[in-house]
């Protein structure tokens, strides 16, 4: 099995729910890492006002935050980032062509995936609900370093959020006759209750809460003086994950099962 940058990179048929499981777990590496970026600096209100660049500086309409974010997506979109069916863009209406030559990711969803796409409730919870608990109040002037450091958060967890597709097509897989009677009466519930695993879930709030005091601790070589400060507030992952993260991927599962059989 060969793996790049924690995706999983095998076809189809050698994807496990392990497997799967595998890369949401080096997932949320990059998501406490990203986490941790974005403390470095306060919430900065101006990146997400819609007035105070708008109205300043021709050439940006709308907030700062949603300049950067479209304006990135342009350019990784020429550069090809969502030919990879693991990757969804917040503005997707406006993308240009991928300008590199296509490579050929193995076919392991149904079409229907393409068209699922949570990113609009990504945004709403990440600036809305979280980012004013995982930042300190205040304004240090920084605001595309943090619209950068917004836009790699963003990116992490919408790509663990939708790789909820490739999940539900493992469970399908391993266990289509249990699926098919919910997928035919479009019963999303029966769905929800199918792929729901409560004792999985108890165990990756604990594990995000862990690497958020391994990742985020202080370093320092005097080993009694670190205890007890991290960057982000472990508690808080494990929320994150509870109230969004792990919420959402279900979402998607029961979304893409719903269209497994179209
Ligand atoms: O691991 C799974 O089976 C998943 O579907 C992923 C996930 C999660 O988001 O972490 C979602 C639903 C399950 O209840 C457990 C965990």
């Not at 090809?80 to 030559?101: C, I, K, M, T, W």
Request: aromatic residues 10%.
């Amino acid at each position: 099995m060969e793996k790049t940058d924690g995706n999983v990179s095998e076809s189809g048929n050698e994807m496990t729910l392990d497997s799967v499981r595998d890369s949401l777990i080096r997932q949320e590496d990059s998501i406490v890492f990203s986490l941790i970026e974005r403390a470095k600096f306060p919430f900065n209100s101006p990146t997400y006002q819609e007035s105070h660049h708008s109205s300043s500086i021709p050439g940006i309409s709308g907030s700062l935050i949603r300049f950067f974010v479209k304006e990135s997506e342009s350019l990784q979109a020429k550069a090809g980032r969502y030919q990879n069916p693991e990757e969804h863009a917040f503005f997707p209406d406006e993308l240009p062509p991928s300008l590199v030559p296509p490579h050929t990711f193995p076919l392991v969803l149904h079409p229907a995936a393409a068209s699922i796409n949570v990113n609009n409730k990504i945004w709403d919870f990440y600036f809305n609900k979280f980012l004013p608990l995982l930042t300190v109040p205040g304004d240090d002037g920084n605001y595309a370093s943090t619209a950068s450091s917004d836009l790699t958060c963003l990116q992490a967890i919408s790509r663990r959020i939708h790789y909820g597709n490739f999940v539900a097509e493992v469970k399908f897989r391993d266990a289509p006759h249990d699926y098919e009677p919910a997928i035919r009466a479009q019963d999303r519930d029966a769905l929800m209750k199918l792929l729901t695993f409560e004792a999985v879930e108890e165990m990756v709030k604990k594990r995000v809460a862990k690497k958020a005091m391994t990742f985020g601790q202080e370093v320092s070589l005097n080993s009694t003086e670190s205890q007890g400060k991290y960057k982000v507030d472990p508690p808080l992952v494990s929320r994150l994950y509870d109230e969004w993260v792990m919420p959402l991927t279900k979402l998607v599962e029961v979304e893409y099962l719903l269209r497994r059989l179209d």
